[in-house]
């Protein structure tokens, strides 16, 4: 079957970057819940592809992601899609211990039931309005981790005002990346934003790419950190370049 890595952005406008800038590998066992989707899809011209993309598993059924993961794939008439959760790799050397890469250690195949907002068609190739982009997947078999997995904890009610204290960050895995360097699983720090009642717009030095689609942003409240929402992608207007995250906040049940 073909592959094809789908950029899924807002716009045609993409930065020149193929990953999270400005970020560090995600070495932290608290990452662990971030994982890579590889979702069967169609292409527009109805050809089979394969399109991945970031989300975050809230326990052993349940991952966040975003909607327009999921446009024209074919989960929805029963397809099975692909969970992998993966770990970086070391090796001593001199006495010294050197990380040398990441890699898939778990793979779960498994059909999966999707829960958007109203107004949300996944049939559609019109792009999904910004406070619209956030899903709810529900698998139908249970990722099999082991008993210290960290599972993301979510925020999932209005959120606090945020600022730079509450170090929001996104964690990706861009395979995109693997085409510079081995460091695939990266966290980035937001350091100006804007929040909305539903959205956060970003021109931090930290910006997403191609490839960043539905991973996680995390913050850090009231001395916790929480997953607050998702990555939605790029918009360009006017000269001036935003990334846009969705935020969850009560608005989809994941029960």
Sequence with gaps: MKKL????IISAYSLNTFA?????AAEDKGWESVVLLAIPSFDTDGSQVTGYCNGTLIDAYTFISAAHCFQRSEIPSGKKMRVEIGEYRYIIKDGVKIKIGYRAII???SSVK???LPGVDLNSTR???PELDIVVVKLDAPVAVPPEFIYAPLWNQALPALNTSNKVSIVS???METISHSD???IAMLNKFTQG???IESTSTSRVAPGDSGAPVFATINGKTYLIGVVKGTVSTFGSTRDIFVTLQGRLSTQ
Excluded: F, G, M, W
Aim: glycine share 0%; no cysteine; charged share 15%.
């Design 5 to 8: 890595i789908i950029a899924l």
């Design 20 to 24: 999270l800038s400005n970020s560090v």
């Design 107 to 109: 793979r779960h195949d």
């Design 114 to 116: 999707l829960r958007t």
């Design 127 to 129: 792009t999904i309005p």
């Design 173 to 175: 895995i861009n395979i």
């Design 184 to 186: 695939t699983k990266q």
């Design 197 to 199: 009642s539903i959205n």
